[in-house]
C-alpha cells in the first residue's frame, strides 16, 4: 500500500487542514513538497474549484489553488513524486483543453501526471461557468473515453456521444503512453464508471464500511487502484497508534494506495510529521 498526500495550504478543508495553512508562504510549500519527495512519499494531489459560493465554505471550504498552476510547480521542486489532480471537474472543461494543458503537464514532470477526473456536484459553480449541470453523468462518461483517445498523441480522433474530432493537432502531448485516469465520487456509480473507462477510484466522504460495501458489489479489473483517503488528518508524532490503526483499516479494505492528510501546526511540524509518517507505514 502506497502512502500519498493531501497536499497542504492548497486546498483548505474546515475540520481538517491546519490554521497555519491560512498564511502560509510559497517557500513553505515548495519545502514540503520536496521532504515528500526525499522521503519517497507516492503522490501529491490538488483539487479543482473554479469559484465557490461563499455560503458552501463551512462545509467545502473556499481556498482551492488551481490545480494546474499548483501541479506545475511542484513538478519544478521535485524529481520522482506524482502528481495527481483530485480532481478536475470534467463538465467545466472540453477534454482537449485537458489533454493540452495537462499533457504538457506531464511533460513538464517527465511522465509522473496521475488525471484523476469527476463528474462535479456543485449547480452553482455548473451554472456559473455555463456548463451543463443535468446530464453530466453521461458527458462525463464520454468526456473519459475522448480523455483516453487524446491525452498521448498529437492527432487525437475521436467520435462520441458528447464530443467530435478529428484533423487538429494537439502539441505537446503527454509523455506517458498511457496516462493513468482516477475517477473521484461517493457513489456506486462512479466505482463503476471508475472500473470501466479508468484506472483508479478516488472516493470521498465515505465511511470505511461504506467502501467496502461499494467494492463488493463490482468485480475490478486487474491492477486496478482503490485510492483511499484517511479523511480526518493523522497524527502519527502524537498518536502513532490511531494512525497506524487508520493505515491497516484502510489497507485490509483494499486501498492500493492512501491520500493522507496531516495534522500539524507549522510547516516545520509538517515536515517532522512527515518524516514519522513514512517511518511508520513501513512497519505495516
Avoid: N
Amino acid at each position: 500500500m502506497r502512502i500519498g498526500l493531501s497536499t497542504p495550504m492548497v486546498m483548505q478543508l474546515p475540520g481538517v487542514s491546519s490554521e497555519w495553512e491560512v498564511s502560509a508562504g510559497v517557500p513553505d510549500l515548495a519545502r514540503i513538497a520536496r521532504t515528500a519527495d526525499d522521503l519517497g512519499f507516492d503522490h501529491l494531489t490538488c483539487a479543482e474549484h473554479i469559484a465557490v459560493p461563499v455560503g458552501e465554505g463551512g462545509q467545502r471550504g473556499l481556498t482551492y489553488w488551481d490545480p494546474l498552476s499548483t501541479l506545475g510547480f511542484l513538478a519544478a521542486h521535485t524529481s520522482r513524486i506524482t502528481l495527481a489532480t483530485s480532481v478536475v471537474v470534467l463538465g467545466y472543461h472540453h477534454p482537449l483543453d485537458i489533454a493540452k494543458r495537462f499533457g504538457t503537464l506531464d511533460r513538464l514532470s517527465e511522465g509522473r501526471l496521475v488525471l484523476g477526473v469527476g463528474v462535479g456536484s456543485l449547480a452553482e459553480e455548473f451554472e456559473l461557468l455555463g456548463a451543463e449541470f443535468d446530464g453530466r453523468g453521461e458527458r462525463a462518461d464520454d468526456a473519459i473515453r475522448a480523455l483516453r483517445a487524446s491525452l498521448s498523441t498529437t492527432r487525437p480522433s475521436y467520435r462520441g456521444s458528447h464530443y467530435e474530432f478529428d484533423g487538429f493537432a494537439v502539441e505537446p502531448c503527454a509523455v506517458q503512453e498511457h496516462v493513468p485516469i482516477w475517477v473521484g465520487g461517493r457513489t456506486l456509480r462512479s466505482l463503476r464508471r471508475a472500473a470501466r473507462l479508468a484506472d483508479g477510484w478516488i472516493p470521498f466522504g465515505l465511511t470505511i464500511a461504506d467502501v467496502e460495501a461499494m467494492l463488493a458489489k463490482e468485480d475490478l479489473p486487474p491492477g486496478f487502484e482503490v485510492v483511499l483517503s484517511t479523511g480526518h488528518a493523522v497524527d502519527p508524532v502524537a498518536d502513532p497508534d490511531r494512525t497506524a490503526k487508520r493505515l491497516i483499516a484502510l489497507r485490509d479494505v483494499g486501498a492500493t494506495a492512501v491520500t493522507c492528510s496531516v495534522s500539524s501546526d507549522s510547516a516545520d511540524h509538517y515536515c517532522d510529521q512527515l518524516a514519522a509518517l513514512k517511518d511508520l507505514a513501513a512497519e505495516l
